[in-house]
């Protein structure tokens, strides 16, 4: 429910909609993240993979989009706030909760494209445990996109100019009379892009604990072959969790982890360069190879006919790309029992993300989409965020009567910097040659940047119920971002949500077959930040040579942004409602969910963008 957990049967109190995600069965298969660990687990939450990319990330979404802006959910693991996908190995997951209504809220700024929330495993009181897990399977596309033969290709194109009335204008290539060899079929492109890839993982967790300290040490390494040729990914991930009670009213721990990941990507997205796309649209009359062993190119007498498409194979082949990435969080915390039922909490965390990338682009001398020249790429990302929150619960019971309080400051700082060289034109592409000194071309393309951003937050909650029967929760929370235009920056956040948990009245006792019957609705304003670009308000600058200006016309070095900055941007807000009905039949074996649901997106941020093409 965010800043606290319920226990079952704490549960049957939430008012808003909380789906808990099943995870049984979750250590029978490999899986790359958390996204497919929400694959087909939770009503309402969409994960989508796309292209087949064992290094991309599933674009998940909750509801659908959180706004206009297309806004992603909010991770939070342990706590912990996260920007972007967290690196969570799933074999360390223990439970995932995602709130879909306006109860995201507690969360404020980002909170419109709704929340998941991750809690690992934990170290439990006993002697020492130690689980191995080994896991060895296939990886393969399902149902691949069957493609035209040679004949039916050309008939088509053919049947295309004829509709058009463009037969006058048609091209040799699709003319069945004038180049038969179009009509022999070589190649199934579809199949050749596409192979069967072994998976390997490997978890080792230890536990254990007593009544003052438990741990839970998890260690992962995981590799994969992907579905598309000359890709793959892999993993490795370890994980430290520890609590130790002090005092009786003193409690403190650490949950810490280290992931390193790295692979060899291909574009799958772009509709004229993607290795799908060009798959789809390459002749099939065309081989593989020449009798050479070199890549083949379109036809030459006919290339004209069948416009810029790359050879999909080669371009695979070709890929060389190196992204090593380093993900660590180092996370404090302690909880101090200021009284009976009164709690204080203080929370640190400190991530880093540290990511280089080295990617050469080699020549593509095939007839057809020419590339006459290469070049090296070499990029830095690196990104730190720290995280305080202060937080004070207080529950309270009299009689029927609960009360549970929550109030709390949040402070969150986030420094993205990187740089990128380019180097063009390599007169040999042994890997020995592939660094920056050596291109012949002495034009070099070179950027770096530098963002800051800061967050923070006041938040409180009131949960009421009344003999688990009447459900009454009241929350806000107050954001303050750098940013938005600084008249701006603060906005409030609020949501109000009810639960009548019909099941529990004296005259439902007698109905045994209905073992839980709620209905609830809630109502808010949530916040998505995650729309506005670092440079929305403050650009960077970037330098140009060749201006010509002066009261005596000259060439000269100017300065511009390639932002436009509004300043006078504001928050964008997002108005939910929500009103369901959950139902469980025959002591929950059977449950379900009616839901109507109402989301008006609110304010889109507007960023215009200027674009001068330059070398340096």
Known sequence: MGYGRLRYPEKSKVSGAVTEVSLDKLTSRSLSGVGEVLQG?????????????????????????????????????????????????????????????????????????????????????????????????????????????????????????????????????????????????????????????????????????????????????????????????????????????????????????????????????????????????????????????????LPVDVAGGYGDVINPVAYLQRINIKNPTHEILINPYAEITLAKDLKFRSNFSQTFRLGDVKNFTSRVLEVGKIFDTNNLEYQSNNSSTALAEQLLTYKFSSGKHSFDFLGGFTFQKTIDEGFMARAYDFRSEAATFQYLQNAADTNKDVSSYRFKQTLVSYLARINYDYAGRYIVSVLGRRDGSSMVAKQNQFANYYALSGAWVVSKENFMQDISWLSNLKFRGSYGILGNLGGISPQAVNPLMTRYNNVVFGQEPSQNIAYYSTTLPNNNIRWGKSEQKDFGMDVSFFITVFPCSLIILSRIPGTKFLTKFYQVQQHM
């Not at 674009?59 to 996260?82: A, C, Q």
């Open 41 to 297: 687990k939770a009503a309402g939450v969409t994960v989508v993979n796309e292209g087949g990319d064992p290094n991309g990330t599933p674009k998940v979404n909750i509801r659908g989009l959180g706004g206009i802006n297309g806004e992603t959910p909010l991770y939070v693991v342990d706590g912990v706030v996260f920007n972007g996908t967290p690196s969570v190995n799933p074999n360390d997951i223990q439970d995932i909760s995602v709130l879909k209504d306006a109860s995201a809220a507690i969360y404020g700024a980002r909170s419109s494209g709704g929340v998941i929330l991750i809690t690992t495993k934990k170290g439990k009181k006993g002697a020492l445990s130690v689980d191995f897990d080994v896991k060895y399977g296939l990886n393969q596309a399902w149902r691949i996109k069957e493609a035209l033969n040679a004949a039916e290709f050309q008939d088509v194109m053919y049947k295309a100019y004829e509709n058009a009335g463009k037969l006058n204008s048609l091209p040799i290539a699709f003319n069945p009379n004038l180049y038969p060899d179009g009509r022999i079929t070589r190649t199934d492109w579809m199949k050749e892009i596409f192979r069967t890839g072994a998976i390997q993982e490997y978890n080792v967790n230890i536990s254990g604990g007593n009544e003052k300290s438990r741990y839970f040490v998890g260690m992962n390494h995981r590799s994969l072959e992907g579905i598309l040729l000359n890709t793959q990914a892999k993993r490795y991930n370890f994980r430290v969790n520890s609590e130790h009670k002090v005092k009786d009213w003193l409690t403190i721990g650490e949950n810490m982890y280290y992931n390193y990941s790295d692979g060899n990507s291909a574009d799958t997205r772009s509709a004229y360069t993607g290795a799908l796309v060009a798959a789809m649209y390459y002749p099939p009359n065309v081989s593989v190879y020449t009798p050479s062993g070199a890549y083949s190119g």
